[in-house]
């Protein structure tokens, strides 16, 4: 969908993307329910009702914690950018798969009786003053509903509504949830195990997941996008033209903080903000194709000339001047509203 909500049919990679996760959450499924009984399950004796949920749980936890390193995966290795494209389909199966967790422990344990099965769930443990034995309920139902609040505003349209910083704000709810995941899986499975099997695989996950986080942020600032110089009037220069790679950017910061993408297009130049107007992505680690470069977190693709998508798309982002003088590029730091066309500056006569 286009932000003006008209149907884009999806591409081969969108198929394949989710046939692959729904294999691979059901193969998970049948590994889990046919494998595990007696290996991760305490020595009593527990129903198929309550090892199924414990399998639709277990799934949606390892899929969260893959949701979570995908990010840093891939700003540690462009490898990994394929998994970040669609990312959201991966978020919203693991609301369907936890909801289906949810709902197995509801119709097992609070079905029958004279109260409500939802209000029976909030009553059935109230001892929040107590270590052992916490509710651990109000943990996943936590967790759940941030889920719920992620996949029903996952859609573009709530993204050009809220506008980006708002949506994504409200879409770091992922990083509370999946802590209180492992809080709910802490103060409840695992108080109810003898086996340390999951509790390890659990903490293996957690600390996985941490640690990627803590290089892709590192990383980050080692590689630091270099600063523009002042140039004559208001021009600041941005690098050397030998810097910059056919059908490829070099990306700088300007004076005024904001990050301009200078793209090489054959015998030509041409600059636009280096921030996607989807979820400011970095547009200058894109590489362009037919004058439109591909932004490499989510494939949103913008002609260098104007920054404007192609139809039926319309987003677009600001484009900047630009010019190449005693072999230095340079940019006008004062950019143009998004969309608007700057002749391509021509680099005949002008060597690298």
Known sequence: MSVKYVPVQWNRNKYIYDAILIVGIMA????????????????????GQIHNARAFGACAFFMMTAILTIGPLARLDTRFLPLLYNRR????????????????ILNWYFVGGPMDKYLALLASNTGYGRLLGFPFE??????????????????????????????????????PAY???????????????????????VAICVAVTTLLHLAAAWAERTRLDPVATAAEA????????GDIAQSHARVARLSNGERVAVFRNHDTLSAISNACAHQNGPL???K???????????????????????APFTEKVPTYRVRVVNGQVQVDPDANPPGTFVEPYALSGDTT
């Open 28 to 47: 998970f499924l049948w590994i889990f329910v046919n494998l595990t009984p007696g290996i991760l399950d305490h020595e009593r004796a527990i129903t």
């Open 89 to 104: 389909h991966f978020g919203v199966l693991t609301v369907f798969v936890a909801i289906t967790h949810a709902g197995f």
């Open 138 to 175: 109000a943990f996943g139902i936590f967790s759940l509903l941030c889920l719920m609040i992620l996949a029903a505003t996952s859609h573009d349209f709530w993204m050009k509504f809220l506008t980006p910083r708002v949506w994504k704000s409200l879409h770091y709810l992922i990083y």
């Open 179 to 201: 802590a209180s995941v492992v809080a709910h899986i802490a103060f409840g499975v695992l108080q109810d195990q003898t086996n340390p099997v999951f509790g390890i695989i």
């Open 234 to 241: 208001s021009w600041e220069t941005i690098c050397a033209l």
């Open 284 to 286: 200058g680690e894109g």
């Open 288 to 310: 362009i194709i037919n004058c439109l470069v591909t932004c490499p977190w989510h494939g949103f693709q913008y002609d260098v000339t104007n920054g404007m998508s192609p």
